[in-house]
């Protein structure tokens, strides 16, 4: 008696899978992405929300460059003051052609130490990142203005 068409194929498919699913996890490699007017020295920033200035520019926006193609990108915050703080958190993929995409919008109050990474956001088909941005304070929550955290992002392949 000769098998079926139908069997023959999904014997071959669960033998696929079965070998696909023994296949090693290939670990992915990150580096992190250097800040735009860094000195060089390191990738972490720490900075303090500074107030909103109506003749300058607030502190808020940090920006660092992504050199090369990568698959996705994390953000990493940590909170530095020693009094718990609601800190506003922006994130975003800042592309070639002038345009970006909101990837972080949120209040995140976490204890001095501690913090959170964001992502891994994937890369948009179609699109070249040129810079992450990550926003921290704003005019319409005062409040965590004087306290200090630490960033830092990463492209990841």
């Known amino acids: 008696m000769r098998p079926s068409l139908?069997?023959?194929f999904a014997a071959g498919l669960c033998s696929t899978t079965l070998v696909a699913g023994l296949?090693?996890?290939q670990a992915q490699t990150c580096?992190?992405?250097a800040p735009v007017g860094g000195d060089g020295t390191t990738n972490i920033i720490t900075k303090t929300i500074g107030a909103g200035n109506p003749f300058g520019r607030?502190?808020?926006?940090?920006?660092?460059?992504?050199t090369q193609?990568?698959?996705?990108?994390?953000?990493f915050f940590t909170a530095n003051s020693s009094v718990?703080?609601?800190?506003?958190?922006q994130g975003y993929l800042k592309f070639t052609d002038g345009s970006s995409l909101q990837v972080i919008n949120e209040s995140f109050a976490p204890q001095m130490g501690t913090g959170r990474m964001w992502g891994p956001f994937p890369a948009i088909p179609g699109k070249t990142v040129s810079q992450l941005n990550f926003k921290i304070g704003a005019s319409a929550d005062q409040a965590a203005t004087g306290f200090t955290y630490r960033i830092s992002t990463m492209g990841c392949n």
């Open 84 to 89: 718990s703080a609601t800190y506003p958190i």
């Open 31 to 33: 580096q992190f992405l």
């Open 6 to 8: 139908v069997a023959v």
């Open 58 to 66: 607030p502190n808020w926006n940090t920006d660092f460059f992504v």
């Open 23 to 25: 296949a090693p996890v």
């Open 69 to 75: 193609p990568y698959g996705s990108y994390k953000f």
